[in-house]
């Protein structure tokens, strides 16, 4: 569980984070790797435990703990692939239509996020990679690896 709302002190209100690990299959372990294939709108377990888990514990050596996560609030992420309209034709209207696209895309992302779009955003997501980071009672250290897909 991590905070909703790393801002808010005050505030108890959490989320649980879905994580997916695969031990290391040599020893001695040197520590574990966070995974995420980007996106957005990708996940971490179903990434890693798919067909990338095996090929990325190779690439790693085998010494390495791999845990996929999905980032905060990801159970929507199906919806978050909405897409404004491209303009390319030049015309008195044309930059006022994109925006005008852009202002319904933002709104109905808030509306899939539930009205927490604004606890999504990247430093809320590198806060909960530092807790898993605290819960594996290591090194204290983030190894990460992240992907474009």
């Not at 995974?35 to 790693?60: D, K």
């Not at 909960?128 to 992907?147: H, K, P, Q, S």
């Amino acid at each position: 569980m991590v905070p909703l709302d790393y801002a808010n002190g005050s505030s108890n209100t959490s989320m649980r984070l879905r994580l997916v690990k695969i031990n290391a299959s040599k020893q001695p372990k040197q520590g574990t790797i966070l995974l995420n294939p980007g996106g957005p709108g990708q996940s971490g377990r179903e990434f890693l435990a798919g067909e990338y888990g095996a090929a990325l514990q190779v690439a790693t050596g085998g010494v390495y703990d791999l845990i996929g996560f999905d980032p905060r609030n990801d159970s929507a992420r199906a919806n978050y692939n909405l897409k404004a309209p491209v303009y390319l034709k030049s015309s008195d209207t044309a930059i006022g239509a994109s925006r005008a696209a852009r202002v319904v895309l933002a709104n109905s992302c808030q509306t899939i996020a539930g009205g927490i779009g604004e606890l999504l955003g990247t430093g809320y997501v590198a806060r909960d990679m530092m807790r898993i980071v605290d819960a594996l009672d290591e090194d204290r250290l983030l190894n990460y690896w992240g992907f474009s897909c």
